[in-house]
C-alpha cells in the first residue's frame, strides 16, 4: 500500500479512536460560537482590531499571496496548539477563542450582509473547524498522557510510553489529516475572498 495512503487511514482510525475529546473541542468551540452570536459586542473592538490586522496583510494581494498567507498562518496556529497542548489549558482556551470571535464575526458580518454571509464562511469552515479540532484534540490528549505519567494516574504498565505515543499520534494526524483540510480550507477561502472583494 502506498505510504501516504496508509499513514492517511492510520490518522482516520486514530481521529476516530480519540473522538471523543475531538468532540469535547467541538462542544466548547461551539459553546463560545453560540455565545460570540448572543453577546456579539463583547470585546468587539479587541476583536475588530484582530481581524483588521489579518486583513490588512492580505489587501490588494492576488489568490495565490492571499491563499500561502491563509494556510501558513492557519498551519502555524494548529501546530501551535498542538504543540502547547502539554498545558491542557492552551486547547481549552484556543476552542473557547476561536468559537467566540467566529461568533461575534458571523454576527457583525450578517448584520451587513445578511444569511449570505454564511456561504462565505461554511465552504471553508467545514474544514477549517474539523482540522482545528483535531489539533486542539491531539494537544490535549498529549497533556493528559503528560498529566497521567507525572501523577501515577494509571498502571506502571499503561504508563510507559503512554508520551512518546501521544506524541507519534498527534503528529501522524497533524500531517495527514490536518495539514490537508488546511490547505483546501485555504484555497476555498482564498478564492472567495478574491471572488466577492
Do not use: Q
Request: hydrophobic share 60%; glycine share 8%.
Amino acid at each position: 500500500m502506498n505510504p501516504i495512503r496508509k499513514n492517511f487511514l492510520v490518522a482516520c482510525r486514530l481521529a476516530s479512536k480519540h473522538r471523543r475529546l475531538v468532540s469535547l473541542m467541538f462542544f466548547v468551540m461551539l459553546i463560545s460560537f453560540l455565545v460570540g452570536v448572543i453577546f456579539p459586542h463583547a470585546f468587539k473592538a479587541t476583536i475588530d482590531s484582530i481581524v483588521n490586522s489579518l486583513v490588512d496583510k492580505i489587501l490588494g494581494k492576488g489568490f495565490i499571496e492571499i491563499t500561502s498567507f491563509i494556510i501558513l498562518n492557519n498551519l502555524k496556529s494548529a501546530l501551535f496548539v498542538l504543540l502547547l497542548g502539554f498545558t491542557v489549558i492552551v486547547p481549552f482556551f484556543s476552542a473557547t477563542v476561536n468559537g467566540f470571535i467566529i461568533g461575534i464575526v458571523a454576527m457583525d458580518k450578517m448584520t451587513e450582509a445578511g444569511p449570505l454571509v454564511f456561504m462565505k464562511i461554511i465552504p471553508h469552515g467545514i474544514f477549517e473547524i474539523p482540522a482545528l479540532c483535531l489539533s486542539m484534540a491531539f494537544g490535549l490528549r498529549i497533556g493528559l498522557a503528560l498529566w497521567i505519567k507525572a501523577f501515577g494516574l494509571r498502571s506502571k504498565k499503561k504508563r510507559e510510553g503512554i508520551v512518546k505515543s501521544a506524541f507519534k499520534e498527534a503528529f501522524i494526524v497533524y500531517i495527514f489529516l490536518v495539514v490537508p483540510l488546511l490547505v483546501l480550507a485555504g484555497l476555498i477561502e482564498g478564492f472567495l475572498i478574491v471572488l466577492f472583494r
